[in-house]
């Protein structure tokens, strides 16, 4: 259906380039490989506050290390709003693991005094924007092969991404969309190689919005009104307030007890959940552990703390 | 095993989420609510490290 559609929006990006392009709310871009096996760095902005921004840590705690169809890009807490949803991926690999290459590691590892590399490709493409070196944040890396080792390691596979494989990224908000051709030639990230990708901005259908899951609405998705101090900072050097209070909130946290009679039963029972490799003879850190590991299991629906989000297969 | 005494130290974050689950009928009080939480626990399987 989507192929038969008229792109408002159509580029090629040569290798060692990016593109910063804006997308309004219910407009699809489209990612796709010219030739195939070719790395994406792929960053976003809130194109109206640039301080929000697409966040892999968010991104990575809610949908995993591989985030693929039906998954978001959030943004950075405190505004943790989905900002874009991928509605197809046709290779379904990705990785929010890696931050983008930069010209250090060229540098460090490779010898190189310069050499294309995704952080400074992503700065110069946003660089049409106003944004410094500084504004790059880590990448969404598209069409990116990598797994985890049980050792804890991270490592980088070859990819088997074919020409025409696509990725359609639809915005829930206008955003600043800054995809670039990974500049990793001398690694197997896109199998030594470098090749061009087309980007395509489609405008969605409202099928196509209304399929977007629902995700939460919160109080505590702060934006900058919210904020005790909500002024960007214009100056490098960084100087103390003198009249600065803390307000860290709900403190202090004292504690107070809450005595609990077991019965003999009900005793062995704790002795039988206690766990004592973690917290020796210390009672009170071995049950508060079992209420609230309880109170997880029964309440939490959702993953180290993420958001809970209605799926929509 | 004879019966015993156990003071579970509580901030007013931690109280507050079990409140709610008290409040939702989880259990009639607190304490209850904590015998709730030890009777429906697993023991960890043998030779289960403790700190997952």
Redesign the interface.
């Known amino acids: 259906m989507m192929s038969e559609r008229q792109p408002v929006f159509e580029w090629i990006m040569q290798p060692g380039t990016g593109k910063a392009l804006e997308l309004r709310k219910g407009q699809i871009l489209r990612i796709e490989q010219v030739l195939g096996a070719q790395c994406v760095d792929f960053n976003c902005f809130n194109l109206h506050d640039y301080k929000e921004f697409m966040h892999c840590g968010r991104t990575r705690t809610v949908h995993g290390f591989n985030p693929s169809k039906g998954t978001f890009l959030w943004s950075a807490p405190p505004r943790e709003r989905a900002m874009m949803y991928i509605a197809e991926d046709t290779y379904g690999r990705n990785d929010v693991l890696f931050p983008r290459c930069s010209a250090y590691l060229y540098e460090s590892a490779y010898g190189y005094h310069t050499h294309t590399n995704c952080h400074d490709i992503q700065s110069e493409a946003q660089r049409e924007y106003g944004l410094t070196p500084d504004d790059v944040h880590d990448s969404f890396n598209m069409f990116m092969c990598t797994d985890v080792t049980l050792e804890g390691s991270a490592t980088i596979t070859r990819q088997q991404s074919q020409k025409g494989d696509y990725i359609d990224l639809i915005a829930l908000m206008d955003v600043l969309a800054v995809p670039n051709v990974c500049g990793a030639d001398v690694m197997r990230t896109s199998n030594f190689g470098l090749k061009p990708i087309r980007l395509q901005i489609f405008e969605a259908t409202e099928a196509e919005m209304a399929a977007v899951p629902d995700t939460p609405s919160l109080r505590s998705q702060r934006t900058p009104k919210d904020f005790v101090n909500s002024e960007i900072k214009a100056t490098r050097e960084l100087v103390a307030d003198t009249s600065y209070v803390p307000h860290f909130v709900n403190t202090p946290l004292p504690e107070t007890p809450l005595e609990i009679e077991l019965d003999a039963a009900e005793a062995a029972r704790f002795e039988a959940l206690a766990r004592r490799t973690i917290y020796g003879d210390d009672d009170n850190s071995a049950l508060r552990d079992i209420v609230f590991s309880w109170w997880e299991n029964r309440y939490l629906n959702s993953a180290s703390g993420a958001p809970r989000i209605s799926t929509a297969d | 095993?004879?019966?015993?005494?156990?003071?579970?130290?509580?901030?007013?974050?931690?109280?507050e989420?079990?409140e709610r689950?008290v409040a939702d009928g989880?259990a009639p009080s607190?304490?209850a609510?904590?015998?709730?939480?030890?009777?429906?626990?697993q023991?960890?399987p043998a030779g289960q490290?403790?700190?997952k």
Do not use: D, F, Y
Not at chain 2, 3 to 8: A, E, H, N, Y
């Open positions: 095993m004879a019966g015993r005494t156990i003071k579970l130290w509580l901030n007013h974050q931690q109280q989420l079990l689950a989880a607190l304490e609510l904590v015998k709730r939480a030890l009777a429906e626990s023991p960890l490290p403790e700190v």
